[in-house]
């Protein structure tokens, strides 16, 4: 059974930092591109960072430069470090893998708020 267990989330202001968490269980981490996306209120969901299986990392333009997509096989761990908060970033944000059929998994959340 795959499981995907965000955390980190929180209260920060503007101009503040979070590092984001994500445990996961039930796959060969380290076979498995790894994604980072967000949903805020009443927005779509879109796509903040990749991270592929040998390290290779995009990012959506408003976050390139302040945001790091990271992973740690050995504890099958991917991380988003966020710095330079801005209140455009408060979200929830959700951590995501798919097979190479295109079936994803997704944890179960963590929410980011930026505001004074």
């Known amino acids: 059974q795959v499981q995907l267990v965000e955390s980190g989330g929180g209260l920060v202001q503007p101009g503040g930092s979070l590092r984001l968490s994500c445990a996961a269980s039930?796959?060969?981490?380290?076979?498995?591109?790894m994604y980072w996306y967000r949903q805020a209120p009443g927005k779509e969901r879109e796509l903040v960072a990749s991270i592929n299986i040998v390290g290779s990392t995009n990012y959506v333009d408003s976050v390139r430069g302040r945001f790091t997509i990271s992973r740690d096989n050995a504890k099958k761990t991917v991380y988003l470090q966020m710095n330079s908060l801005k209140s455009d970033d408060t979200a929830v944000y959700y951590c995501n893998t798919k097979r190479g059929s295109g079936y994803s998994y997704w944890g179960q959340g963590t929410q980011v708020t930026v505001s004074s």
């Open positions: 039930g796959i060969i981490f380290s076979a498995f591109a």
